[in-house]
């Protein structure tokens, strides 16, 4: 299989639901059905600081990584700072969050979104969107570090599949040669689950282009795809990973901090227009996202966060599916049990929320190294455009949190599972290095693909 449009995959909700979350998602507000147990105070705005407007549309995808925008929504954080009439909006597919955001708030879209860190990168530069039209984008907040898994199918469970995928090579040779394709699924070509379970399968020795056929799912549907027999893998944030295990559908071969320690993973972003017309504003968006972020992180919190994220116009999944691991145990569903994993999502401790500039470089080299984005892309004077962590250090600043601001843009040389080293200073010695990459055809594919359907 190498073709799969949003058409073709199992979509578990009603057609008018989805016809609904295809063009403008489904909006939310904080009539939660698990009411919040407190909400906090608002703060005294002079004329000085108050926001230029108090709303703004956010697009979430139903993932336990919304958790910041949720949370700043439901405990009442946005209106703490003056913006009062946010609207945090569920979108279908990263898919849709890509055209609501090319719509923008003010035409029915939206103004920024919990979002894939690679996809602001791509849609600036008009990888991803129609006619190729580059639309700024910034950068403000990574959401979250870790929290993410690749899990396979039943089928393959008495091969043990964790980490080293180079097992997995005979089992693919001998599927190709029964005229099927060994197939992953993904949520977004080029996004983050993309490009872990590509890393994976290449540390393995295994070509993702050549030996696998590839599928866009959005992450609500990987369960029922895989159950449908979709496909043999999928890579995707909680808690769908955790429904796999708890409905005996397959089980997860290894959760992406095991990959790389304390990977970043989904950023918070807005379009640039809106950013630059309205900076105070933006100020208060990432001053209450980062106090949501602090609640988020307290253990304390974890069950409550839980059972919030779970209602309907949230993630809308039971809250088991969500809680255990996000208090740090790991069920991988194969008889592995992992207390207090140090791969644990983390919204605010160890600089989860700060947008390393480094942590950018990797994602666009990885881009570049399957053909998402061009070789000769000035990826440093890229970032430097695009990602804001000037707004963000302002932000930490106002709420009294100075001390998370790092000494450095870069968080230096990063380590992977299989030894391999990324240098923020040498990205294209770190291209260079790799045995397998892309060619550009597949990729260019599935993002034309990806317009088009």
């Not at 909006?27 to 909400?39: D, K």
């Not at 045995?435 to 034309?448: C, D, F, P, V």
């Amino acid at each position: 299989m190498t073709k799969f449009s949003r058409r073709q995959f199992v979509i578990t909700v009603g057609a008018a639901a989805a016809s609904t979350l295809l063009s403008h998602g489904c909006s939310s507000g904080s009539n939660s059905s698990t009411a919040p147990s407190s909400l906090v105070n608002a703060v005294n705005l002079n004329s000085t600081d108050a926001p230029e407007v108090d709303t703004a549309r956010l697009g979430f995808i139903a993932l336990t990584d919304c958790a910041p925008l949720v949370i700043a929504k439901e405990k009442g954080y946005f209106g703490k700072y003056g913006m009062a009439d946010v609207e945090v909006v569920k979108q279908f597919s990263w898919g849709t969050v890509r055209d609501n955001i090319e719509l923008g708030g003010e035409e029915g879209g939206i103004d920024g979104a919990h979002v894939l860190t690679p996809m602001p990168y791509l849609i600036s530069e008009g990888r991803i969107t129609s006619g190729n039209r580059k639309i700024p984008m910034y950068i403000l907040a990574r959401l979250n570090l870790n929290g993410q898994g690749i899990s396979v199918a039943n089928t393959y469970r008495e091969m043990d599949v964790r980490l080293d995928t180079a097992p997995l090579k005979t089992r693919i040779q001998e599927v190709s040669t029964s005229g099927k394709s060994f197939t992953c699924a993904v949520t977004f070509p080029g996004g983050t689950h993309d490009l872990w379970l590509r890393y994976w399968l290449a540390a393995g020795g295994i070509d993702p282009d050549q030996e696998a056929a590839t599928i866009i799912i959005p992450p609500p549907q990987m369960v029922v795809n895989m159950e449908a027999g979709n496909m043999d893998a999928f890579c995707v944030g909680e808690p769908w990973n955790a429904q796999l295990i708890n409905r005996k559908i397959g089980y997860s071969a290894l959760t992406t901090g095991e990959l790389w320690q304390d990977h970043p993973e989904k950023a918070f972003a807005m379009r640039a227009d809106w950013v630059d017309k309205h900076p105070k504003a933006t100020k208060a968006l990432l001053m209450a996202v980062q106090e949501a972020q602090i609640w988020c992180d307290k253990l304390e919190n974890k069950v409550e966060m839980a059972q919030i994220l779970s209602n309907k116009q949230w993630i809308n999944t039971p809250v088991e599916n969500i809680v255990e691991r996000a208090r740090g145990t790991l069920n991988y569903g194969d008889g592995r049990v992992v207390e207090n994993s140090p791969h644990r999502m983390k919204f605010w401790s160890d600089k989860a929320s700060y947008p390393y500039k480094s942590h950018d470089l990797w994602f666009l080299a990885e881009n570049i190294r399957w053909g998402y984005l061009p070789g000769d892309l000035d990826i440093k004077k890229l970032v430097d455009t695009v990602n804001r962590e000037d707004l963000w250090q302002e932000a930490a600043k106002a709420i009294g949190q100075e001390a998370a601001i790092p000494q450095s843009t870069s968080r230096g040389i990063e380590t992977f599972f299989d030894g391999v080293k990324f240098n923020p200073e040498n990205p294209t010695g770190y291209l260079q290095s790799l045995q397998i990459k892309g060619n550009g055809k597949r990729a260019r594919q599935l993002q034309e693909d990806l317009i088009t359907n």
